[in-house]
Structures are given as structure tokens and as C-alpha cells.
């Protein structure tokens, strides 16, 4: 374990198979310090393993209001008002959420935390499970690119890639955002890191990127946030390295630290998850996005 101005940072929680404090933390906040901690993490009311399982359905307060037009886009009528209160975090996505669900939990202290994610899945394996958001919830989906399993299949025995993948992706983003604006919840988009060109898979991130983007120009409560940025060069690129921060650990005599460990990952070990060592990417990531929440909560304070 790690602690951060006081607070627990634990590397991980959730093991894939095969693969109290007040403080508002946000990604501008690099000269606090990373130091060991004996302190233990409160049990989770849930048990955390493999594919997590929502909570029990959360109530929704249904405040439906008249279709509404952005720009020339017209809202789904169905699409429910967000309360002004934000009280409740749900994170879906694949193995990089697994990665950082406990860091972005830890730094986003006033929220509950609801996961949903599984390594290795697409968009389109979580359209069949019920959505658990309401009003309150801010939603955040992160999901990297993968092309692994049967809703993927491109029909003659392989997988989607390329441009389909791209169609695939958006096609089925937007249905989980809709998901989630029928239950009043914001939602929040992650900027995916580019995998390294030796993947054969590094165009991905580009296209998935510029949906996310899209979505979060075209519709209210949808917002983007470029988290894959911090583990890029300054001209977004993959790297393995990249220069320590203040809150970075046993640096090298360089002054890089490993913030990628795999090609697509954060562990500097690879084939773990969770991480079992300190990951600076994997930090970096989850401030990005703890800080685009702690933004949209304090804005609506």
C-alpha cells in the first residue's frame, strides 16, 4: 500500500483471470508525497472478484423532460435530468479499469464506488446488464480497445479491427451512454493510451478517441477527458518511460520511471493485474480521471 496526503492507495484489488479522508485529489495536484502505509482499507460492502456485479439497483427519480436540441442534435426524450447532487461513482470498462479502479475510489473520497469492468472486454459485453446509476451517479467508461470476445467476432471466424472495430465501438459507446442518461446519471469518457506499435493494434486509441470526443461535443452531461495523455509523450506517443514526478518512487538514475509494462498496460510487472508494485501510469491515469470527476462535483457544490 501507498499513502497520498494521508489517504490509502492501494495498487490494485481485483485478481483477472488469465490476464477517511475529505480532500479532493485532481490530476494538478503533483507535489504530494508517496510513501508506505500500514493502514488497511475498509471491507468493500461487496465482494470485488472477476466480473463485478452491480450493486443492488439503485432508485432513479424519473424527471423526464420534453426532448431537448444541441446544436442540431435533438436528445432523446427519455434522457432524465441529473441531480445537482453527485454522490455515486460507477466505473465500466476492461483491464485498465482494473487497474485503477482502487486508485481512482481512493481519489475520489466523498463518492460511492460502483465497478464494472472485466479485462479483456469491448463496449459491447455490457449492453445486456442494468445500468447501476441513478441522478446522482457520475459514470465513467474507459475501455482500450479489445477485440477478444463474441460480440466482437467479425463473422468469418476472426475478430473486428481497424475501422470496423473503430464503427463497432462508437456504435455500441453511444448505447451505453444512453444507458446511462436514462437513469439522469453524467457521464465521463476516457481518453484510452496509444499501444505500443509493436500490439499491431496502436491505431485504436486515435479512432476511439475521436468518438469519445464527439459524444462529448454533441450531447449535455457528457464530458471527455484525455486520462491515456498522461502516459504519452508530449507529442502522443507510446513510451515505456517517462520523466519522474514529485509523487513517483524509486526512479531510476535517468530520472524515468516505467509507466507502461506491456505494451497496453500500466504494471511495470507484466501479466499482473492487480499490480503488486507501485505503478506510476497507472497513477497518472487515475488522476486524470479523478480529476475530471472532482471537477463536475465541485462545479455543481
Known sequence: MWSVAGAVLVVGLVVEPGH????????????????????????PSTPVVGRVSPLAEVPVTAVTAPATTV????????WVQPSPVIDHLVLVGDSLAQETAAMVAMLTPPL????????????????????????????????????????????????????PLIDRYRADVATLI??????????????????????????????????????????NFVTYVDAGASVETPDGQYTDYLPCTSFDQNCQPDGQIKVRGDGVHFCPIVGENPCSIYSSGGLRFSLAIAGEVNSLVNRNA
Request: net charge negative.
Open 20 to 43: 477517511s479522508s475529505t480532500t479532493v485529489i485532481t490530476p494538478t495536484v503533483v507535489t504530494v508525497s508517496l510513501v508506505p502505509t500500514t493502514t488497511a482499507l475498509p471491507t
Open 71 to 78: 446544436g442540431t442534435v435533438t436528445e432523446p426524450a427519455n
Open 112 to 163: 460511492t464506488s460502483v465497478r464494472s469492468y472485466f479485462g479483456g472486454t469491448a463496449p459491447c459485453d455490457w449492453l445486456d446488464d442494468d445500468m447501476p446509476a441513478n441522478t446522482t451517479s457520475v459514470v465513467v467508461i474507459t475501455f482500450s480497445g479489445n477485440s477478444l470476445t463474441p460480440c466482437m467476432s467479425d463473422g468469418q471466424g476472426g475478430f473486428l479491427s481497424h475501422q
Open 178 to 219: 444512453d444507458m446511462a442518461r436514462q437513469k439522469g446519471a453524467r457521464v465521463v469518457l476516457v481518453g484510452q493510451p496509444r499501444r505500443a506499435p509493436t500490439t499491431g493494434q496502436d491505431d485504436r486509441a486515435d479512432g476511439i478517441n475521436a468518438a469519445f470526443e464527439d459524444f462529448a461535443a454533441t450531447w
